[in-house]
């Protein structure tokens, strides 16, 4: 059922991109200079990045070693490949007993933040257990509206104050609010930043502060939103984000376009944290736990994912 | 490693410097560096191909300036293509006749679109004397519409909604119905972000173009976008008759590459940049500046640029060899300072360098000792220019009083020519108006840092020359 979701995204995907790799793969290519070019080519546009350039050398050296002769066993060594390098990538969630277990949400400007803890919210809520927000992006005009409105949709509390209050205000009311109301999860929503202001990064430890004043274990959880269809900028989002704040993990959103987030392995280099969820779309149900095979597959855009 | 096309540039720099001229050899090492580097940028991978050809076949035909470093030729060469590729000339928004202007945005989720929408209503009021009407028509991000009321009323600027049940196309045409009645000469129409494979969505954008007839469309671009950009220019492009793109979170550390791919697989210009947070942090695109920003670079193509137009390079050239040979003369100096200050004052000839700007700052740089140096030589007799060797002590003292200057200042102006004269038969080459010669001249003109005997432009050649030290003349250290 969930994996239904990921599969109608691909498909978009698939509809779209006539350059995938299952084109390349077709019948009676030689693996040649050329198909190596154009191998390395399509490993870019999943936003690869240099790594694309590494895979394609590692490739050689093993038809060097013999270990591939033909374009068909191309596709598996790939794979192989770009799933060694997700090992431990996909891990659930964090629950303490006793509650609450507080989520903090950071990201750039325009990432997908607020949508991605509407979701997350729904995902939680669906598995039993109780959640409230906070609305913490109090910089952006209407944020605040646009959190309530999803807490109004999903039926649940929310913590929230004035446009322009202190975010790190709102933080302690929410955790003290998630304390005495016994939730089971706090998500806490943040202002979109950009990772070269310092003021805000700065604004970012002091949220962190204050979180702990209260309950010293907390955040449980730092989750990163990253846009799918940022390039290799998001290597530099992850490493300045966990400068700031303890990132354990990735929410990967937008990936319903014909974007592949391929970033993701770049990041992993710098910051090796799971990658919790992708974002598949835009109703409440389009978020889903992270699988780096299906993941690798989107990536490779094969055709083993058959349309639902 | 990302701060990449800067550092690959560099690179590529150093693999050509000091070559005559540009062959193709030098060239392509150069060049597959800046590739790779394009790349990390999140150029798309066609046009970073493309592109090289383009620096390639532009580098290959130019003549390089023999006074000027190959190298540097080169990155003016670089910015150049990038220049052109980032659509060369600044192009504004579209005009009309008949008021209201209409212009229409979209683009992906997240791109910025709203913000953006009330920095351009703000920048129209601000430099167009316009009085703009922003039109609410995205109904489908919650609390998108009160965003915008929002940021309307903060800015004063007036603000058409509707309830969110409404369809965004009526919306659009009532809102510029409003326009006319209530005298507004520019209506922003502010769509929902959209994914470009979404048809429905995607059909109704082209609903509003249809039904609106907007002057302008423009599409909103994030600057940390990826390879995928291409995808969705391509698609935002065959659906509605683009006028431009905007590009949103400047201020961020991406490089933008993906703007250069948007910008060649559109064919559509760059108008705006978003430079920050706050509602006038809005800029008019200028694509020069944009790749000198790319590039990580200062300044230098002006310098080059200019170099080009005040320098005689014949008569550079053969100042470089007499440098070399030690038979600069007095003459050559004169000619040469001249050159110097063809190219404006000393501090803003300086501050064009990469990172040397930041430097000076601090530094005091008078053009007047440039002057000052000019009267001594010319209170010389011809002779004694070109024999620097033959000036003794009472032709010092003659040529003092003929300047207006004290007898310690023909001294040391004639002591550091000589020690001028000694570094370069050392250094052999690289004179001429190389970042060297430079270097010595500061030495010549003794720059100093204000309050500090040395000056913190070491690194630019003129490091160990006695400039800060003793009296230059006048008797006043700078």
């Known amino acids: 059922m969930v994996f239904g979701k990921l599969r109608a995204a691909l498909k978009k995907t698939r509809e779209v991109l006539t350059r995938g790799l299952s084109r390349l793969f077709s019948l009676g290519r030689k693996l040649d200079a050329t198909f190596l070019d154009e191998l390395e080519h399509v490993l870019y546009q999943s936003d690869l990045g240099p790594l694309g350039t590494r895979l394609v050398e590692e490739l050689k050296a093993a038809y060097a070693r013999r270990e591939i002769a033909e374009v068909a066993q191309v596709p598996a060594f790939l794979r192989a490949m770009l799933l060694r390098r997700l090992e431990g990538a996909a891990a659930p969630l964090a629950k303490t007993t006793p509650g609450p277990t507080v989520i903090l949400i950071v990201g750039v400007n325009g990432s997908g933040k607020t949508t991605s803890i509407a979701k997350l919210a729904n995902h939680l809520k669906q598995q039993g257990h109780k959640v409230m927000l906070g609305a913490g992006d109090t910089f952006r005009a209407a944020a605040v509206e646009q959190l309530s409105l999803w807490a109004d949709r999903l039926g649940i509390p929310i913590i929230k104050q004035g446009p322009g209050a202190d975010t790190a205000a709102v933080a302690y ?31 970012l430890k002091k949220i962190v502060r204050v979180v702990q004043k209260q ?29 700031a704040a303890p990132v ?61 | 490693m990302f701060d990449s096309l800067a550092n690959a540039l560099g690179s590529a720099y150093r693999s050509i410097v000091g070559q005559k001229v540009l062959t193709e050899k030098n060239v392509d090492e150069g060049i597959r560096s800046v590739r790779q580097a394009l790349l990390e940028a999140d150029v798309n991978f066609q046009v970073a191909k493309e592109f090289i050809a383009d620096v390639k076949q532009r580098a290959l035909g130019q003549d390089v300036l023999t006074a000027v470093d190959p190298g540097q030729q080169f ?46 209503a703000l920048w129209l009021r601000k430099n167009k004397k316009k009085n703009p009407l922003l039109v609410a028509a ?39 119905e409003h326009a006319h009645k209530f005298q507004h000469d520019v209506v922003i129409l502010d769509t929902a972000g959209r994914l470009h494979i979404d048809e429905l969505l995607m059909q109704e954008l082209q609903e509003v173009q249809a039904r609106c007839k907007p002057h302008g469309v423009l599409l909103l671009c994030d600057s940390m976008l990826g390879q995928d950009a291409v995808n969705s220019a391509k698609e935002f492009h065959s659906r509605l008759p683009l006028h431009g793109l905007i590009l949103t979170k400047v201020d961020g550390d991406a490089r933008g590459g993906a703007a250069l791919s948007i910008v060649k697989v559109t064919g559509r210009p760059i108008l705006f940049a978003g430079t920050g947070e706050k509602p006038d942090d809005l800029e008019e695109f200028d694509p020069s500046r944009m790749a000198g920003r790319i590039l990580g670079m200062g300044d230098v193509v002006g310098l080059v640029e200019k170099a080009q137009s005040v320098i005689d390079e014949k008569e550079a050239e053969a100042q470089a060899k007499k440098l070399q040979k030690g038979q600069f003369t007095f003459e050559d100096f004169l000619s040469q300072l001249n050159m110097i200050r063809k190219l404006g004052p000393l501090k803003k000839v300086l501050g064009m360098l990469p990172g040397v700007g930041q430097m000076l700052k601090d530094v005091d740089l008078d053009d007047a000792h440039f002057k000052r140096i000019e009267a001594i030589i010319l209170s010389m007799s011809p002779r004694e220019r070109r024999n620097p060797e033959v000036i003794d002590t009472p032709r010092r003292r003659r040529i003092a009083l003929g300047s207006g200057n004290q007898l310690e200042a023909v001294h040391g102006l004639i002591k550091q020519f000589k020690m001028m004269q000694d570094m370069m038969k050392k250094l052999g080459k690289g004179g001429g108006f190389g970042p060297g010669g430079m270097g010595d001249l500061e030495g010549m003109l003794g720059m100093g840092k204000k309050g500090g005997p040395q000056s913190g432009m070491g690194g630019m050649g003129g490091r160990g020359f006695p400039g800060g030290r003793g009296g230059f003349p006048g008797g006043r250290r700078f």
């Open chain 1, 173 to 203: 009311d929410a955790v003290a609010a998630a304390i005495a109301r016994k939730v089971d999860y706090l998500l806490l929503d943040t202002a979109g930043r950009l990772h070269t202001q310092k003021n805000l990064m700065e604004e």
């Open chain 2, 138 to 176: 995205d109904l489908q991000r919650p609390a998108a519409v009160e965003q915008l009321q929002s940021l309307g009323k903060q800015l004063g600027i007036a603000v058409y909604a509707e309830p969110v049940t409404a369809r965004p196309p009526e919306v659009c045409r009532r809102g510029i």
């Open chain 1, 248 to 308: 354990t993990g990735l929410i990967l959103a937008k990936m319903d376009g014909t974007a592949k987030g391929g970033a993701v392995f770049g990041i992993r280099e710098v910051l090796p944290v799971p990658v919790k969820f992708l974002g598949v779309g835009e109703g409440m149900d389009d978020l889903e736990p992270f699988n780096p095979e299906h993941y690798v597959d989107a990536i490779l855009s094969f055709d083993k994912i058959e349309p639902a």
């Open chain 1, 215 to 243: 309950l010293p274990s907390a955040p449980h959880e730092t989750l990163l939103v990253l846009d799918a269809t940022t390039g290799q900028n998001a290597i530099r989002q992850a490493s300045e984000f966990s400068k």
């Open chain 2, 75 to 120: 990155v003016k060469v670089f910015h150049d293509a990038l220049t052109a590729l980032l659509g060369g000339q600044t192009t504004g928004l579209p005009v009309t006749d008949n008021p209201p202007l209409i212009l229409m945005m979209c683009g992906l989720q997240g791109s910025g679109k709203t913000t953006t929408c009330a920095k351009l």
